[in-house]
C-alpha cells in the first residue's frame, strides 16, 4: 500500500519512497549541542544515502516534574533550529503546544509537531494545518489506531493533506507502553505516511518517579518489527551520551549506536518494498 509522498526540504517521505530518518536530540540543550548533533546526524544519513529530517523540543512543555528542565523555549530555540536549517540545509521538526505558538513556529520549523497528549485539540490542529506546513501528529497514548482517521481528517479538512501520523505505543497499565503493530496497516490505510516513534514507545512514563524512565534496549526490536510492516519513516531520539541528556536518556539511543541500527533497519525495508 502506497501513502501520499511528502516533499520536506530535501527528504521525500511516504509515496512509496525508502525509509526515512527523523532523530535528534529531546530536548535542545544549548547551540552548541544541536549543531554538534545534527552534524552527526546528517554525517550518518549521507552515509547511509538516507533523508533526515532533524527534531529537537523547544520547550517539553509535559515534563512529569515541574522542577524538569524544559529547554531554551520557543524564542531562543527556533532561532537556534533556524541555525541548524541555514549551516546544515537539514529540514526541521519540533512541537508546538498551544494556538500562539503557530505562527511564529511556522516562520521557521518545516514540520510542525502536535504531542501525543494535544492530538485531539481541534483548534490546534486547525490552526497548524492552516499554515500549509507538514504537520506530524503523534497518536495519543489513548487512542486506538482507526481513531487518527478523525484526526487527520480535522487536518485535511482545511485543504492541507501534507500530514504524518505516528505511531508511539499505547497506555498499557501504569508507567508501561506497548505498540500495537496492527496500528501500523490501520493508520496506513488512510493514505498518509506513517511514523514510528521508536523511542517515545520504549518510555516508561513517569517511571523514575520525578521523570519518565525508559528500556532502551528494546528500541531495535521495536523498530524492525515496525520496518517489516512497511512504515514511510522512523523517530529517534538521539544523544551523544543519554546518561547525560536532560530529557529523555533513559530511552535515548547513543549516537555510536546510530549506524548500525539503520543499516539493519534500511535492509529491512528493501526487503518489504
Not at 493508520?187 to 516513534?197: I, L, S
Request: hydrophobic share 45%; glycine share 10%.
Amino acid at each position: 500500500m502506497k501513502t501520499r509522498e511528502l516533499t520536506i526540504g530535501n527528504v521525500k517521505l511516504g509515496g512509496g519512497r525508502p525509509l526515512a530518518l527523523i532523530a535528534g536530540p529531546c530536548v535542545i540543550e544549548d547551540k552548541e549541542a544541536t549543531l554538534r548533533h545534527a552534524e552527526r546526524l546528517l554525517t550518518i544519513c549521507n552515509g547511509l544515502g538516507m533523508g533526515l529530517i532533524f527534531k529537537a523540543s523547544y520547550d517539553k512543555a509535559n515534563r512529569t516534574s515541574v522542577h524538569a528542565f524544559r529547554g531554551p523555549g520557543m524564542d531562543e530555540g527556533l532561532q537556534i533550529l533556524a541555525a541548524v536549517k541555514e549551516k546544515l540545509g537539514l529540514p526541521v521538526l519540533s512541537d508546538i503546544h498551544s494556538i500562539e505558538q503557530v505562527e511564529p513556529a511556522a516562520q521557521v520549523l518545516d514540520v510542525l509537531q502536535i504531542p501525543a497528549f494535544l492530538c485531539r485539540q481541534t483548534d490546534l490542529l486547525v490552526a497548524a494545518a492552516e499554515t500549509g506546513k507538514v504537520i506530524n501528529v503523534k497518536k495519543g497514548q489513548f487512542l486506538a489506531p482507526w481513531d487518527m482517521k478523525n484526526v487527520a481528517g480535522k487536518l485535511a479538512a482545511t485543504g492541507n493533506e501534507n500530514i504524518i501520523l505516528t505511531e508511539r505505543g499505547a497506555s498499557f497499565g501504569y508507567n508501561n507502553l506497548v505498540v500495537d503493530m496492527r496500528s501500523f496497516p490501520v493508520m496506513r490505510a488512510t493514505g498518509y505516511p506513517v511514523v514510528f516513534d521508536a523511542t517515545h514507545s520504549v518510555q516508561l512514563p513517569g517511571g523514575q518517579g520525578t521523570s519518565s524512565g525508559g528500556q532502551r534496549e528494546f528500541v531495535e526490536f521495536l523498530s524492525r518489527a515496525a520496518v517489516a510492516t512497511g512504515i514511510d519513516g522512523i523517530f529517534m531520539e538521539v544523544h551523544e551520551d543519554p546518561d547525560k541528556a536532560l530529557c529523555d536518556g533513559p530511552n535515548s539511543i547513543p549516537l555510536a549506536e546510530l549506524p548500525a541500527l539503520l543499516k539493519k533497519l534500511q535492509a529491512l525495508d528493501a526487503v518489504v518494498r
